[in-house]
């Protein structure tokens, strides 16, 4: 029946579509949809624009949906927008200045093209905002073929001056002076600026106007005056006034700044919207008591080093002389190099609201000696001189030096540096000098106080690009790189100062040089060792020259770890008392009691303490190990006691095909490991990353941990556990795949994780505690977890009711938007079968500032827990580059990590700069 039914309903729909058809055809031609008519429409490109003057765009109108394509530009026409007591107007459209002050439209053609340029800065200034304020000029396409159809571009014109005031504050005694100056950029006519004293602040007016600087009421000569030069409008001197102002002038409603405080408005005449304002102090002044300077060293060949001045009433009048060895002639510092700054005490707070606290006499002044300034080595001496005031009873205009210290020794010091750009080169590729840029200190002004050598030559200074304090840029030839082996070598930066540091050793950075493969393919020169079953990680201790080789196994062949002795082009297996085995002799977990080696895929060799940890994949733990010297005698076992750290309990065994331990990097400094996890599955635990406390478990006297690390969370999930190291300490949110590798930089406990499959790479600190909050509530309705934490300001608000020390409380610091993966533990539900909805590790969502929420995988349990804590840590660094790398491993001097991805057919290595993350590969 339903098939008769669909059978007639299609002949009906048949026969009025096609009476539909033909009506539209008899009224219109057709209808809309893919057959219907066109609609036209105009666009200009660009929108918008904004231009210095001088400047040209070419506008380009494109008109669709019709026949004829060609448009009518209008005139250049503009538009002004005002706001008065918070209501906008934008002015109609009005046609611009014939005289071109407004610019012009040029070259308009139908076809759709036309040029708009801006005033010519020879000729015009920019249009006076006070008079067109928000001007924009509007550039008009019209279609031809349908006259409603327009389209615009608005263009915003600017001068492109800009100023800058020096001094931008000063500190002017009563009755003294104090020149200023300005730097204009753009001011093509010359036209200089014009000055302005105001003690009142930028405010809306009576007429709901907004008033900036430039439009401010002056205060002079109250405030003082300011008389600019004849010869030159951009310097300009203020004198301040006989005495310290006492009010505002004129009085201007909530201003409650000091009256003596005036701000110096420098705006230029072409453009007054490129106005610069500084700060005036007006103090009561008086006689300069110079007492001494600290520091009495400073560094030679810094970049910039602060001596301050013990100098009451030293003001911004005041010049600050240095001379230096073998030259009578001092060096003088005035408030206008920039160098120097007037300091002042902490007014006393009134306690008025309508009055305001004068401000009090300066205390002494900072000044900061730049890279010229630290040149030359010996002893310089400081004097102060003020033209109105006398200095230590001396005359007015007589330099005096302090009665304390009055001198600084300039020391001689070594270079230093932290990296080069680039850190490696392909041997026989360049056919040019190569730019070598050496970051570092110490340098000197321009670079002249070090020299850069690479293989016991010295590598010349690019002189079209000058060196700083703290860059060499130098010029590599073709001769150092093509000519040598392959290698790393190192890159060294010597002091070459009269007389040179003690000690005067070169400070170090690598320069690799990799051989051209593609010439010269890489040959194996030794041969290979038989290995066991299923390698698969290696790390060396270089000190002790030991090789440690995980082997995996197999189903028929038992996991293990073996050592192997590092000779030229050898490698010797040895056992765990360091003596040479014949074949092989891993140690496996019947080497040692209450050790376990179960499957692993990772370990770490930690070159303090000669310990490797290895993660067993197997059962979820973590192994360490003491490394044997070769051919010690009688070790049994080597130095230092193995021990085995059980971390299944970490993922709280809340889900099915959970994630398993995979990689594990250990911080020399700190004896601290992170573990990434191997998964393959969807499921939050694999952002998770746990750091182990590798310490000794013991304690001091008063019974508290000889280690400052602690075992928070091992603690959290066992309360009756007793622990104070070789424990779990802190959990942190990660970002793996299924073969994540982890390498620590040293002395930085920075520890970086590879994607190793999927997410991004991450930095952690290990040393780093995961942040903690005691639980309030916790409720399941829907398949979704709200849980509510205590915020009280106290130590319940901690795991366990026990605060972090130099902590009083534990804050809720999760952050919304990325708040990562948390470990909750603890938890007790009202029904124990729901366990595993409220502990365990789970992705959450910042809801409050006491609250967060997840979902599980039940749309049907309902429930409420109490008690229990959170933890969570983010990383200190995430890097966004390819999800595939794996292989990571950090160059000890320069901490660049070099990151390896196997599955890239081009751009193999990845190399992460640890100095500003910047990535090249």
């Known amino acids: 029946m339903g098939e008769i039914v669909g059978v007639k309903l299609r002949a009906v729909l048949k026969i009025a579509s096609a009476g539909l058809g033909a009506l539209c055809l008899l009224l219109s031609g057709g ?21 210095i003057l001088g400047q040209s765009v070419n506008l380009t ?36 200045p014939s005289d071109g002050s407004f610019g012009v439209l040029s070259n308009t053609q139908p076809t759709g093209t036309a040029t708009y340029t801006a005033p010519d800065p020879a000729k015009f200034q920019l249009p006076d905002q006070t008079k067109y304020p928000q001007l924009q000029i509007v550039i008009t396409a019209t279609s031809n073929q349908d006259k409603k159809k327009t389209a615009k571009c608005t263009i915003t014109l600017t001068s492109g001056i800009r100023g800058i005031l020096q001094p931008v504050t000063a500190s002017v005694p009563a009755q003294e002076s104090q020149q200023f100056f300005v730097t204009l950029t753009n001011d093509v006519q010359n036209k200089g600026v014009t000055w302005l004293l105001t ?74 919207t490129g106005f610069v304002t500084g700060t005036i102090t007006i103090t009561t002044g008086g006689p300069i008591t110079f007492n001494g300077i600290t ?89 102060v001189v003020d033209p109105a005031q006398p200095c230590n009873s001396l005359a007015v205009g007589a330099p005096c030096t302090a009665t304390g210290a009055t001198s600084f020794n300039i020391i001689p010091v070594r270079p230093t540096s932290t990296a080069s750009v680039p850190d490696d080169v392909v041997q026989g590729k360049l056919s040019q000098q190569t730019r070598v840029i050496i970051d570092g200190g110490y340098f000197g ?45 190192p890159l060294s930066v010597v002091s070459t100062a009269t007389p040179a540091p003690t000690p005067n050793n070169p400070s170090i950075t690598n320069m690799a040089i990799f051989p051209d493969y593609s010439s010269t393919p890489p040959q194996v020169v030794a041969s290979g060792i038989a290995a066991g079953t299923n ?6 201790d270089p000190t002790i020259g030991v090789a440690v080789v995980a082997e995996a196994g197999s189903s028929t062949a038992a996991s293990g770890i073996q050592f192997y002795a590092i000779g030229k082009g050898t490698l010797t297996p040895i056992d765990s008392t360091g003596a040479t085995c014949v074949t092989a002799c891993p140690v496996t977990s019947q080497t040692f009691p209450n050790v376990s080696i179960s499957t692993p895929t990772g370990l770490s060799v930690n070159r303090t303490n000669h310990t490797v940890a290895i993660v067993n994949y197997g059962n979820q733990s973590v192994t360490v190990l003491p490394i044997p010297v070769p051919g010690a005698t009688s070790q049994t076992p080597a130095p230092g006691t193995p021990f085995t750290v059980d971390i299944s309990g970490a993922l709280q065994g809340a889900l099915t095909l959970a994630p398993l331990p995979y990689s594990i990097g250990v911080d020399p400094d700190s004896n601290m490991a992170l573990v990434a996890y191997s998964s393959t599955a969807v499921s939050t635990s694999a952002n998770l990353g746990f750091v182990v406390n590798l310490n000794p478990n013991t304690a001091d006297a008063n019974g508290k941990a000889t280690n400052p690390y602690g075992c928070t969370l091992g603690l959290a999930i066992n309360p009756a556990s007793n622990q104070f190291g070789q424990c779990l300490s802190s959990e942190v949110t990660l970002n793996t795949g299924a073969y994540p590798q982890i390498a620590t930089a ?24 995961s942040s903690g909050n005691a639980i309030l509530s916790s409720t399941l309705t829907a398949g979704l977890v709200t849980v509510t934490v205590i915020t009280k300001n106290d130590a319940s608000s901690c795991p366990g009711g026990s605060a972090p020390p130099q902590q009083t409380s ?112």
């Open 31 to 51: 209808c809309g949809g893919n057959n219907g008519a066109n609609v036209v429409s105009v666009t200009v490109t660009p929108a918008s624009d904004t231009l």
């Open 61 to 96: 109108a494109t008109v669709t949906g019709a026949t004829n394509t060609n448009v009518t530009w209008s005139p250049c026409q503009y538009t002004t927008t005002t706001t008065t007591n918070g209501k906008t107007t934008t002015l109609p459209l009005i046609l611009c």
């Open 199 to 272: 003690q009142n602040v930028p405010n809306t007016n009576s007429s709901g106007t907004f008033l900036n600087y430039p439009q401010l009421p002056k205060c002079d000569p109250t405030c003082g005056t300011i008389t600019p030069d004849p010869n030159n409008p951009d310097v300009a001197v203020y004198t301040a006034p006989s005495a310290v102002p006492s009010a505002i002038t004129p009085a201007q409603t909530n201003n409650t700044n000091s009256p003596s405080n005036v701000a110096i408005v420098a705006t230029p005449v072409a453009d007054n």
């Open 295 to 383: 520091p009495t060293i400073a560094p030679q060949g810094a970049t910039l080093w602060d001596v301050y001045l013990d100098a009451p009433n030293i003001s911004s009048a005041s010049q600050i002389l240095l001379t230096y060895p073998n030259n009578s002639q001092p060096v003088v510092k005035d408030s206008t190099s920039g160098q120097i700054k007037i300091l002042f005490p902490l007014p006393a707070s009134s306690s008025s609201t309508t009055t305001t606290t004068a401000t009090p006499p300066s205390t002494g002044a900072r000044l900061r000696l730049n890279a010229s300034d630290l040149k030359t080595s010996g002893t310089v001496t400081v004097s």
């Open 445 to 489: 002004p321009n670079g002249t106080l070090a020299a850069a050598s690479f293989q016991g030559n010295v590598i010349v200074q690019d002189q079209n690009n000058p060196s700083t304090s703290r860059q060499l840029n130098t010029l590599m030839s073709t001769v150092q790189i093509n000519q040598g082996n392959p290698g790393l070598y």
């Open 535 to 540: 390698p698969s990680a290696i790390d060396i």
């Open 746 to 769: 040293p002395h930085g406990h920075l520890a970086y994780v590879t994607p190793g499959g999927s997410g991004v790479v991450r930095g952690v600190d290990v040393t780093k505690p």
């Open 810 to 921: 534990c804050p809720f610091t999760m952050v919304p938007g990325n708040a990562g993966t948390v470990l909750i533990t603890g938890v007790k539900p009202g029904n124990s079968a729901n366990d595993a909805y409220f502990n365990g590790n789970f992705s959450v969502n910042v809801t409050s500032s006491n609250s967060f929420t997840y979902t599980v995988n039940n749309a049907t349990a309902s429930d409420t827990a109490s008690g229990g804590a959170v933890f969570y840590g983010s990383p200190n660094q995430t890097v966004q580059i390819t999800p595939s790398l794996q292989g990571v491993a950090i160059n000890p001097i320069t901490r660049t990590a070099a990151m390896a991805d196997a599955n890239s057919t081009s751009l193999q290595i990845d190399l992460l700069n640890a100095l500003d993350q910047s990535v090249s590969s």
